[in-house]
């Protein structure tokens, strides 16, 4: 009777690690990882997401309604028996390790400075929760967006500009984003820089295309470059487009969105 039983139990206990393996159970520890896990993983998969699934700024927003938030602590991710955890960046750089020893597979987003690099992220993400078919889908997606894009601008050249000043060059995503509608960076250097506002008064950019304005609100913004009243004068001639950050937050396929809405400033009837 006792060995019945204890093969019983072992039977049950083979059945639930098995259901465990084909089916786990995630977690996102911050906005990006939502994208990831929201656009690639079936629902009932999701334990929890951050605290900032439901943002203006988050693209798959819509899809977390209803799902449960945490916090990125390991007590959080413990808590909803996760078995993997999807993240982009953590405030303790110990969890990931500590996650490991407690059974969690954690799965970092990498930074994405091309879309080669983001469907290296696709990828990786999709084979860690399971789901490769739905990341080939994902990127197929974004690449359908990239030809409706490409050339639109035909190599004219713009310079981005967010809220606090800075613009992207080569060897960024944003430089990606806008050579995917067919525009060339004014930053000749590679990655993100300050822009002076006396290089703008000097030499004022033709086409300006702003990134984070549109997350702004109807507020003034002192602070900032954007509370700049020459600049706001500037920006009401040159910019063709202003992107909002649900397009530009994280190094996903959002990159492709943005390059398409490019294209289409280009396209519209107004120009």
């Not at 059974?103 to 469907?119: C, H, K, L, M, N």
């Not at 639109?152 to 509608?181: H, I, K, N």
């Not at 549109?214 to 500037?234: F, K, V």
Request: proline share 7%.
């Amino acid at each position: 009777m006792r060995l019945a039983l204890l093969v019983a139990a072992f039977v049950a206990f083979a059945s639930a690690f098995g259901a465990a393996a084909a089916a786990p159970r995630i977690v996102s520890l911050d906005q990006c990882g939502d994208q990831f896990v929201l656009a690639l993983a079936p629902r009932d998969e999701i334990v929890a997401l951050s605290k900032r699934a439901l943002n203006p700024d988050s693209a798959e927003r819509a899809r977390a309604v209803g799902l449960p938030q945490v916090r990125p602590t390991l007590e959080a991710v413990l808590g909803a028996r996760a078995t993997v955890a999807v993240y982009a960046w953590t405030p303790d750089p110990r969890l990931p390790v500590v996650l490991r020893r407690w059974g969690v597979t954690p799965v970092q987003i990498d930074e994405a400075r091309s879309f080669a690099g983001v469907r290296a992220n696709i990828r990786k993400v999709a084979a860690a929760l399971g789901q490769p078919a739905a990341g080939e889908a994902l990127i197929a997606r974004m690449d359908r967006e990239l030809a409706q894009a490409r050339g639109a601008w035909g190599g004219a050249r713009a310079l981005y500009l967010t809220p606090g000043g800075f613009t992207a060059g080569s060897d960024t995503l944003v430089g990606a984003m806008l050579a995917g509608a067919g525009l060339a960076p004014s930053s000749d250097a590679p990655g993100y820089a300050p822009v002076s506002l006396e290089a703008l008064v000097v030499d004022p950019p033709q086409a300006l295309v702003l990134g984070f304005f549109r997350d702004l609100g109807g507020g003034r913004q002192h602070w900032t470059i954007a509370g700049n009243g020459y600049l706001r004068a500037l920006a009401a001639r040159r910019t063709i487009a202003s992107l909002p950050g649900l397009d530009l937050a994280c190094a996903d396929w959002s990159a492709a969105d943005g390059a398409l809405a490019l294209a289409e400033a280009r396209r519209s009837p107004s120009r």
